[in-house]
Each structure stands twice: as C-alpha cells, then as structure tokens.
C-alpha cells in the first residue's frame, strides 16, 4: 500500500514538474525536463520501481514530445516569421533597386533628355550666331586720331614729270606699292585695283585715282614703268624715282621692301601688300590687304567715301 502511495506520489510530482518545465520554457528552446529522483527509486522494491519507472519514462517521453512540438513550433514559427519578413524585406529591396524600369519612367526618361539635348543644341546656335554676328558687325569706336601714315614726297611719273602728293588733293587716291619685275603679287594686285575702280565708278559715280609706287628703283625706269602700268588699266599712274626718294616715301607709308634672292641683276623685291585710300586732302582714310577681293575692295570705298562726305 505503502509503496502504491508513493508510486502515486512520485507519478504525480513527476507530472507537475513536467509541466511546469514545458510551461517555463514554452517560449524558448530549453533542455528537457530532469528525470525523476532515481535515489528515491532505488531505494524502493525492484518490481515497484520498475512498474514507477515504466511511468515516469513514458510521461518522461510524453513530457518530451510535448515539448519537442511546442518549442519547435514556435522557434519554426519565430523561424518561419523571421524568415518571411527577411524576404518581405528582400522582395521590397528587390521592387526598389532590381525591378524592372516601368513604360512610364521611361518615357519620362526619354522625354527629359531629348529636352535637354534640344535645350544644348538651341543654346550652341545662339552663341554661334551671336559670335558670328559679332565678328561681323561693325562697331564704331571712339575715335584717337589719325594714323601716322602719307607725308609728302618727290617723284616722277610714267611720263617723266616730277610729281609731289599736291598733285593729287582734291582726288580720291588708291595706291599700291610694288615693282615691275614681280612674278605673280603685283599683277594680281594691280588687276584688281583696276576692276575696283571701274566698278566704285559705276555703282556710286566716285572716281578713284589708282597709283603704282616702285619700290625698285634701280631697275624700274620711268621707261619701263609706263609701260608696265598702261597693261593693266589706262587710267593707272606709275610713280618711281630715285633710291633715296623711294626710300622716304615708303617709310612715310609704312611700307616694308627688301631684296631677296639676288643673283646678278636678276632679283625679287619682298614688300608689303597694302593698298591706301587717301582722302581729298592726302590724308590717310583706310588700308586694304590681299585679303579683300574686287566686291570687298569696291564696297570698302563706298563706304568711307559716303561717310566722309557726311
């Protein structure tokens, strides 16, 4: 009886302990529950402690497998839920960074930047125009004077008589510096001098005296002046003299010569290439390079001619 009584006893304490074991660690993986005293079942009858075994091993495995499937339901269900939200939260950083490009944010894309490209290119012809129209507009500036250019001088014409710069005020003169012997420049030059002045004559009525200077006195004789200038326009006056006169007169004009290239008598004349208008009064109005072709030349002495009469 006795040993029924704690077999119950022992039944019974081994049952609430195990509850209160899968109670506590419900929440939480824990190790299971502590078996059941065994000094105490030792100490009792061989058959009574086999028949308090046998239950307390089965409410031991039953206890065991309470456990084993409530704690593992919840550390999968902590395990299922952590792992979902990981892959909410992966699949939202996904829809943020890897998804696809929607139609719409394409075409929002295209649109901006072909606005942005028409904005550059609209931009880039602005300024092209604006630096054309720059280089090309003609601006006024304040005025400091006359250039040092023209003073007088002594000379002889194609026809062998002295010539000084009185002989042509009241004119409008073009003169261009140069010398007979000159392979291509001067002619070229010289050619377009003359169209220049036939054409200033029919557009606007103004008659242009043309002048030739040599700039090689030794070889260019009053001789061979007239006949080189008569070649190109019958109007075209040819001024030489001697070296040191020649000499004066460029410097007055700020013209450069030298000679190059000398073998014998045989030699070219390097020079500037420069025509200079000047006024009723001698005075200097305006140089025009090589670079001025006939309409060039022709407009360009219009013009001054009308502004000077203002």
Excluded at 34 to 49: A, E, G, K, M, R
Excluded at 111 to 127: D, F, P
Excluded at 218 to 243: M, N, W
């Amino acid at each position: 009886m006795a040993s029924s009584v704690i077999s119950r006893d022992s039944f019974l304490r081994l049952v609430r302990r195990s509850l209160c074991t899968v109670s506590r660690h419900r929440p939480t993986r824990s190790p299971s529950p502590s078996p059941p005293d065994s000094s105490l079942l030792l100490h009792q009858n061989p058959i009574v402690f086999h028949r308090n075994l046998a239950p307390s091993a089965s409410i031991s495995l039953s206890s065991f497998r309470l456990f084993s499937s409530t704690v593992p339901e919840s550390v999968g269900e902590t395990g299922e839920k952590s792992s979902g939200e990981d892959g909410a939260q992966k699949d939202a950083g996904k829809s943020v960074r890897g998804a696809p490009v929607s139609w719409l944010s394409f075409l929002l894309l295209i649109t901006t930047g072909a606005g942005l490209i028409y904005y550059y290119e609209k931009e880039k012809k602005r300024h092209i125009e604006e630096i054309s129209n720059a280089s090309t507009a003609v601006k006024q500036g304040p005025s400091v004077g006359k250039a040092a250019i023209g003073g007088p001088f002594n000379l002889v014409n194609d026809e062998g008589k002295p010539v000084t710069e009185k002989d042509f005020l009241e004119k409008w003169t073009l003169i261009y510096f140069g010398f007979t012997h000159c392979p291509d420049i001067c002619p070229d030059e010289l050619i377009k001098l003359a169209a220049a002045i036939d054409k200033i004559k029919e557009q606007s009525g103004f008659e242009i005296v043309p002048v030739f200077i040599s700039v090689d006195p030794e070889r260019d004789t009053v001789e061979q002046v007239h006949d080189y200038v008569k070649e190109f326009h019958p109007s075209l006056i040819g001024l030489t003299g001697s070296a040191e006169e020649i000499k004066k007169v460029a410097r007055a004009y700020r013209v450069y010569y030298m000679k190059t290239e000398e073998e014998g008598s045989d030699y070219l004349v390097d020079h500037s290439i420069i025509m200079y208008l000047m006024g009723p009064d001698m005075e200097f109005v305006k140089f025009y390079g090589k670079n001025n072709d006939v309409d060039a030349l022709t407009e360009g002495v219009i013009k001054e001619i009308k502004q000077y009469k203002k």
